[in-house]
């Protein structure tokens, strides 16, 4: 049983680069969220996939984010333009529409925005 | 506007004792609550659930109970151990049809040997 598989782990870039990340879910699971965690703060939700359809995209998700999920397998999220304030841990989660209310996490990316 | 809260930021337990850790949610249209620990540089692990029309679900040490009229839930660990000092987090989904998990900002606990 391989869990949810988030990379890189931690990514350092300079303000206004391009950053993606990756998200491979538990293989039968069929929905995938991405969350963001900041300090002191609980995961807050960006974006949530059912197969390769994304269903729902939160407000505070800007222009300069976006995320694909082609094939309903493995998701992407890529931030343009980087500021410090995108600063923050990102998280993918993933489930099993049907199979019960679990979101399995994965170990996340720390992103720091110089 | 802030669905799912968590008021304490920490709580200190001695081992052994019992841990309380409360949820408050403001939306009637939450269907499964959840907890979860999370540990520095990790992502949360799953620790307990339950349905908005039970009022109690326990597995091993832990226990969650749910008060609909109150919109209140809270995380019961008896014993509590050092093993168990991480970070809680209150989590709901939202079952009107989006199927959205909104988190609260969590509890510190720490368990004092």
């Known amino acids: 049983d391989t869990g949810v598989s988030q990379n890189p782990r931690h990514k350092i870039t300079k303000r206004g680069q391009n950053v993606t990340f990756r998200c491979d879910p538990i293989s039968e699971h069929n929905r995938l969220y991405w969350y963001r965690q900041t300090l002191g703060q609980g995961p807050e939700f960006l974006t949530y996939?059912?197969?390769?359809?994304?269903?729902?995209k939160s407000r505070l998700l800007s222009d300069r984010f976006s995320a694909e999920r082609p094939k309903g397998s493995f998701s992407t999220l890529e931030i343009q333009r980087t500021e410090q304030g995108d600063s923050a841990m990102y998280l993918c989660?993933?489930?099993?529409?049907?199979?019960?209310?679990?979101?399995?996490f994965g170990s996340g990316t720390q992103l720091s925005v110089l | 506007d802030q669905q799912v809260k968590q008021n304490s930021p920490s709580l200190s337990v001695q081992e052994g004792r019992i841990s309380i850790l409360n949820c408050d949610y403001t939306n009637s249209m939450f269907d499964y609550f959840l907890w979860y620990k999370k540990y520095p540089a990790e992502g949360p692990t799953f620790l307990i659930s339950?349905?908005?029309?039970?009022d109690k679900n326990e597995d091993g040490r832990f226990t969650v109970f749910l008060n609909k009229s109150a919109k209140h839930l809270s995380l019961h660990i008896v014993p509590s151990q050092p093993g168990d000092s991480a970070v809680y987090f209150c989590a709901a989904r939202d079952g009107s049809g989006t199927y959205k998990y909104i988190f609260g900002t969590g509890t510190r606990l720490k368990v004092l040997a």
């Open positions: 339950i349905s908005s029309i039970k």
């Open positions: 989660a993933s489930s099993f529409a049907g199979g019960g209310e679990k979101l399995f």
């Open positions: 996939f059912q197969n390769e359809a994304q269903l729902e």
